[in-house]
């Protein structure tokens, strides 16, 4: 669901094998497609290296497209997302804060939409029962729909059911056979990844009636665009969202989006959460707040290339800063080094392009992740006391959107280390 980690030789093989490039839009189709930001070859930014893997490194395009009739941004090749799926090894319920996340979102949609005891309730890319689980005491009838490992979890849990595949069209079939229509589907942080959104949004049609609520969310690329988060952009995230193209895409299908509420996803960054029905539906819709964020992000540019090379033109201009702080230090003879191993800092480390004896270790307390290497720049990823032992006068801090919780509570910085912040502004504490 939000930080995905795949098996790291699996997916160096799987890129190999295939990566198709975009030929037109996913939303509308057209071939119309404007690329306006490239940020040269990248590795995949969750395959972290044995040293062994190294030299067998492949790297591909990282670039994105702006669909001018639609307003979708996307990456200019699509790596294939089936065989990365079938071996995923992350399980979401290992993150404390995101566990909290959904326990708020099921007692709000609980309360809500009344949900009893009869009803079904339905998550898409389920992961290993993150959200589901806390539907437990509410209701009898749980299904998750979930292509990955990450299901053997839950797999003999009673009171959770389980479709171990993709959701698409033919899914929806096998769901309609099994189970009831569903009164709500949950679906977080999942549209970024899939491919074929027609096929996606038709299967969600094929099973949803007019009680059935579909509540989204994903990370709100205009707030990418205003603070020039480009860390967000990793192969694994095929399309970059605003309001209106996903208005287009569900209105083709006969839904309405009923209303939205920006929220903030802590890893995934800020985001957005919209509520989704039939446009028949009985359900109260919010049309007149659609309506103004739908202005809004067309008077924003949304449709206009020239945004969107600003951006790219911003990007260029953090890169060259952040470049250059560093560089500073170093001829300074201060030491540095990074803090955490995540896929996002992949992106910021693999546009730095830093020479290999300026950055040699970074931290992280994952153990899965420790006496890896980096993708693309190979800095040895080492546990937290190792990288104290190092005595590191200055630190990139990949894990930006958890700067306060670093700066408070990290041995490194009480012991007087300093942290180089990235985002939102660059800054130095
Ligand atoms: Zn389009």
């Not at 979708?72 to 990365?84: A, D, G, H, R, Y």
């Not at 979890?153 to 769901?175: A, L, M």
């Not at 990370?219 to 480009?230: C, E, K, Q, R, V």
């Not at 020479?355 to 080492?382: A, L, Q, V």
Request: aromatic letters at 12%; hydrophobic letters at 35%.
């Amino acid at each position: 669901m939000i930080v995905v980690i795949y098996k790291t030789l699996y997916v160096i093989n799987t890129i190999q094998m295939k990566l198709k490039e975009l030929k037109s839009c996913r939303i509308c189709f057209t071939k119309k497609l404007v690329k306006y930001l490239n940020l040269g070859n990248h590795p995949y930014s969750n395959s972290f290296l044995s040293k062994g893997q190294i030299p067998k490194e492949i790297k591909y395009p990282l670039e994105l497209k702006l669909c001018k009739k639609c307003g979708l941004s996307q990456l200019s090749v699509i790596p294939n997302t089936k065989k990365i799926f079938s071996d995923y090894d992350y399980l979401s319920s290992s993150s404390s804060a995101l566990d909290n996340h959904y326990l708020k979102l099921v007692k709000k949609i609980t309360k809500k939409y009344n949900i009893n005891k009869n009803d079904t309730v339905l998550d898409v890319g389920c992961n290993d029962g993150v959200l589901l689980k806390h539907y437990i005491k509410k209701t009898n009838n749980i299904v998750g729909i979930e292509p990955s490992n990450a299901i053997e979890k839950i797999k003999n849990k009673n009171k959770i059911n389980i479709i171990n595949k993709f959701f698409n069209f033919k899914t929806s079939k096998e769901y309609l056979r099994k189970y009831k229509r569903p009164r709500i589907i949950t679906i977080t942080n999942v549209l970024a990844q899939i491919d074929d959104l027609n096929n996606f949004v038709k299967g969600l049609r094929n099973i949803s009636d007019n009680k059935t609520v579909i509540i989204i969310e994903f990370p709100y690329s205009l707030l990418m665009f205003d603070y020039t988060f480009f860390d967000l952009i990793y192969h694994e995230h095929l399309s970059y969202f605003n309001l209106s193209c996903i208005n287009y895409l569900f209105e083709k299908f006969n839904f309405s989006i009923i209303d939205y509420e920006k929220i903030d996803l802590g890893a995934s960054g800020p985001a957005i959460r919209i509520y989704i029905t039939t446009k028949n539906s009985e359900i109260k819709r919010n049309k007149k707040k659609i309506k103004s964020i739908l202005q809004k992000e067309l008077k924003w540019g949304i449709k206009k290339i020239i945004r969107y090379k600003l951006f790219s033109f911003k990007v260029e201009k953090k890169i060259n800063h952040i470049r250059k702080i560093i560089y500073d230090l170093f001829n300074k003879n201060k030491s540095i080094g990074c803090f955490t191993a995540s896929a996002k800092g992949n992106t910021l480390l693999n546009c730095l392009k830093i020479e290999k004896k300026i950055i040699k270790y970074t931290c992280e307390n994952n153990k899965r992740k420790i006496g890896k290497y980096m993708p693309g720049t190979h800095i040895k990823i080492i546990s937290d006391n190792e990288y104290l032992k190092k005595k590191i006068d200055y630190s990139l801090l990949l894990s930006w959107n958890y700067a306060n919780f670093f700066l408070n509570n990290s041995s490194y910085k009480k012991r007087g280390g300093k942290f180089i912040i990235p985002f939102p502004k660059i800054s130095i504490k």
